[in-house]
């Protein structure tokens, strides 16, 4: 007898969240033969791996160059080549557009090969284009025009072991996979309460009848994303009663850093599965052929607040930027204030407290504590420090100046001097040592221009760019709980252990300064987050002489860029009409200098960086 | 009797060439109503301004601000109150998409009001949205689905003034005006020979029988656009038999330059008009209602050659930067070579000698003749100077970091701090004074990151960051010939009014050293010319110990970054390898540099600026 009764062994399917490096086509192949090998040697059917991962996303203009789309093929054909032959694999990548030059058109896909069995099988365009934000794929692709769905075969998954010969039952077992890429689940109209793009590719899929809804994405993390996500996913996949895999991109790509926590839902719109937040997996799910849905695996715990979110995303952008880059090591100036204490302490975890240095440069209207307490920081991160002091130097700008500026008063030019010469020093020893400088900068000092062009706007990154001020007291007070809470914490014990070198596997030393001030362990020494914030670049100056209190700032900020309000909103709420005027100056009168910014990190749904797009030359406000 | 042979007074069309601030909505509207004023007491029926002529062209992430796209109709409505009465004006503004969130898609059109009678008569929208190279309109944008035209009432113009109570004739005086903006005259298959949209609006208009076609256009400057402009609109005009009008912006918006150069064809596809080049314009043009053809008109000479088209591109540009960003006067460091001689002269021309500020930095490594040549051409060019000296600040900066530094050897880090050095006390004297620093980096240099960040990269704006090394060769070749040949020279002899304080109106002084030189009158002193390019930022040192000469690295530059060519390309047409893969390398690593660059003016097909989009962390070459 041929006909028996399987054993009911589901399908596996297996999401590979991976990190890619843009460009290095070779490397970036290699992460996903190892996945692939990984996957199938735990009897995995299907991979998926995230949108363009054959290049990195975003590639930009590197799309530009044929030799590079010639590349990328290529590639792909040796990779379908080494893949174990009972795995089928996505891989994003992007495809010529034969007819761009006939129908009119841009000349390339955003895609997805299916892989198997030596070979490319088939090949799925993305049909919406984000093109707003950080998003620029109109720029180079052509939408697809239709809906994407193949067909698995399960045979290999469901041979009957105890009689090999045995394929009448086999023929039946097929699941019938539905394709989209990233932006392609974002236009759900009832979710949104209204429509992004004109067509709902996930309808097209839903009402064509497919088994599952698989997702190739490149989703950069954003405050609160994640959420957003899963509340969209959940609605989805209860609306069209149609299980989901969701498989998101992880790492920092200059300004953007990918979260993954890559996401399945089963037909009910409950989440079975996900991975990790801010570290590669690779997340196995099965599908049950009896009640066609996904079974409950693997969830992985989100970070626990806000904080601990943009911590953790923030520790990820910078040591993908840094080791992408190709650096090791990097110096940070160290002023005593807060905003340099929290980039320390995000380097450190980062990329491990042997690997930072900073660098302490007092002029002579640097308070005492400044230096004690960045000292103090420094012994807490175990972190080495250097001090330059600044004082002879300013001395000898003012003597080269001295005939050009006499009759002049003390003001921002001698006070953009100071940063400038801290600057110099800066790159000088991120040149001669082959270190990476990161700038420290808050987003609120960045918005209004309350930083030094050419001075403390040095640096290869902005850590903390996108970080408004307020946002950065809270890091660091939820970092100090943290500590004093777990002692040696539970990101550093194994749990977690993509994230090498945590600040937290380095406890505070019990004798430092930082102890002294409050009695408690901590990272940032108290003294850092009670005194008032100050440039220290003229005697007695805090930056509240210059700026409306930060939570005030803040809020005007929030409204400003990302509600996208006018002057007249903001004040209706009670915010009082001279300080938003001046504040929307500010803003506006800053553009030369954001433009001429370091990548910042960006961690909100509007940042800095290259997704604003302002003018320079103009008359805004 | 009331039927007269009238006397065949043919309408007046005009094209306003205006040079709009971005953002200046009260400004830039009544820039609209002074052409309108002027153009109606020529008797003037219909007047054309410029794409997006409210806001000024590019708007960018303004566009994202509700309030913004509200005051432009407010201002609009305004405007067309004030407008004379007898005229027709063609505005470009933006305006609200009510379907985009029930159909799905961009929340904006770029639009074109026509105002008339006192209101806003009619909408029409663009219906090719570019999104490539510098444009993002995708961004913001939904395209137009239909074809747009309307009907000018020409009675006013033809009335019988033997008769005033005649009204027969006049009631047949119609003609029917097409209208397209700017990118929907870009997509003649016949002339690009493949099609780079869906639609062609043209053939739409042809196929609806028009009598003329006009476009509303924010054309940017590149070497070249212009003869390609013409032979577009040659072919268009002559395969529709449909007369065209073609109206371009005029200005400086950061690095975007637009050349004006308004052109107008008939239906033969000749060039019967344009307005000038690289100055504002009302061009007036007449339609013959016999032959439903637009006749003869003024023709604007064009440059004579691409340095002269260049010169007046960058003069153009400096200037207006300069002004709308409110500056008067600027700054720049004179090293005595070529590139910042180059910008000196633009400066000058642009702004006046007495408002550009050149300052000599000598170092111990600066050759006698640095100074020397710095000082003949602040001569020739009547600009004040600054001597500052920075040998004392060097050893400042060796002793400050003489612990750190001690065991390393002289290289890179040290060569930078001269650097840095010289752009602390430029941004010192800029911030001091007010006045705006011009860096005068090359895109040679900008290409393969022999520049320094923070140092001779600072500055407002980069004059030449787009002008390759051997372009800026010739351009001071051909200001000292034409210094040469025309004496006090035609540009500043009142045909070009609208380029105040020219560097030619000051001739060179005949006993200064650049007459030494070699005998001639001329602005770049000889020497400047003749000598090796060096930084001088050691002993002896040359670029061309780092470099490739300059000749080989421009062709090699220019088929990486205008043709997109691969490695192998480029080494096939006879580039040696190791050269080649050495300046790709230099390319792809001096990323970091580029993004931190200030806006850099651009003069070609491909600049580095808001048209280059490259990721840093990257492995790519």
Same sequence: chains 1, 2.
Avoid at 340 to 355: D, F, Q
Wanted: with cysteine.
């Amino acid at each position: 007898m041929d006909i028996v009764c399987l054993t009911a062994t589901p399908m596996k399917l297996a999401i590979a969240q991976l990190n890619p490096t843009i460009g290095d086509l070779a490397g970036n192949a290699q992460h996903i033969l190892n996945a692939a090998n990984h996957a199938a040697s735990k009897g995995v059917r299907l991979l998926l791996t995230p949108e363009l991962s054959i290049c990195g996303y975003p590639p930009r203009d590197l799309l530009l160059n044929p030799s590079f789309v010639t590349s990328m093929a290529t590639t792909l054909e040796k990779l379908a080549q080494q893949l174990p032959p009972s795995l089928a694999v996505l891989v994003g990548t992007v495809i010529p557009n034969p007819q761009a030059h006939i129908a009119g058109g841009k000349p390339l896909f955003n895609s997805i090969a299916l892989l198997e069995q030596g070979k490319v099988q088939q090949i799925f365009h993305k049909r919406l284009l984000p093109t707003y934000d950080v998003f620029d794929e109109n720029r180079y692709f052509e939408p697809g025009l239709h809906s994407n769905s193949f067909t698995l075969d399960l045979k290999d998954s469901k041979i009957n072991t105890q009689n090999p010969k045995s394929k009448i039952q086999n023929l039946k077992s097929k699941i019938q996979i539905g394709v989209t890429i990233c932006e392609d689940l974002w236009n759900d109209e009832e979710f949104w309460g209204k429509r992004n793009y004109a067509v709902n590719p996930i309808t097209d899929l839903a009402e064509q009848g497919v088994d599952i809804i698989v997702n190739l994405s490149a989703s950069p993390y954003s405050v609160g994303k994640q959420q957003l996500r899963e509340a969209m996913l959940r609605h989805t996949a209860k609306r069209y009663q149609q299980p989901i895999l969701y498989t998101n991109q992880l790492g920092g790509n200059d300004d953007l850093i990918f979260d993954g926590s890559s996401i399945a839902f089963n037909r009910a719109g409950e989440m079975i599965g996900r991975a990790c937040a801010f570290e590669t997996d690779l997340l196995i799910l099965e599908f049950d052929e009896q009640t066609r849905d996904l079974l409950p695996a693997t969830i992985a715990p989100a970070p626990e607040n806000e904080d601990e979110e943009i911590w953790l995303a923030l520790v990820l952008g910078v040591r993908d930027y840094t080791h992408k880059c190709g650096f090791k090591k990097v110096v940070i100036g160290l002023s005593g204030g807060i905003d340099s204490a929290l980039v320390a302490a995000i380097a450190t975890a980062a990329l491990g407290a042997e690997n930072v240095l900073g660098v302490l440069m007092p002029s002579p209207y640097s308070s005492d504590h400044s230096v004690q307490d960045a000292l103090a920081l420094a012994e807490n991160l175990g972190i080495k420090t250097y001090t330059l002091p600044i004082g002879e130097l300013m001395q000898g700008y003012d003597r080269t100046l001295e005939s050009l500026f006499k009759d002049t008063e003390f003001g921002i030019a001698e006070e953009n001097i100071q940063s400038r010469i801290r600057g110099n020093l800066l790159m000088a020893i991120a040149n001669k040592f082959g270190y990476l400088l990161l700038s420290t900068g808050n987003k609120s000092e960045m918005a209004v221009g309350y930083c030094t062009l050419y001075g403390d706007m040095n640096g290869g990154l902005a850590a903390i760019a996108d970080v408004p001020k307020t946002r950065v007291y809270s890091l660091c007070q939820w970092l100090n709980n943290r500590v004093a809470t777990d002692g040696v914490a539970d990101v550093a014990d194994g749990e977690r252990e993509a994230i090498p070198g945590n600040i937290l596997s380095k406890p505070p030393s019990v004798d430092g300064v930082a102890d002294l001030a409050d009695g408690e362990r901590e990272v940032i020494p108290g003294n850092i987050l009670s005194k008032p914030p100050s440039a220290e670049l003229k005697p007695g100056q805090i930056d509240q002489d210059s700026l409306p209190p930060y939570d005030v700032l803040d809020d005007i900020l929030q409204r400003l860029i990302h509600e996208h309000q006018s002057a007249d909103q903001i004040i209706s709420v009670g915010h009082d009409s001279t300080v938003v005027n001046k504040v929307l100056r500010l803003v506006s009168r800053a553009e030369f200098k954001r433009r001429q910014a370091p990548p910042g990190l960006k961690i909100t749904d509007r940042a800095f960086g290259t997704g604003w797009r302002m003018p320079i030359a103009c008359r805004c406000f």
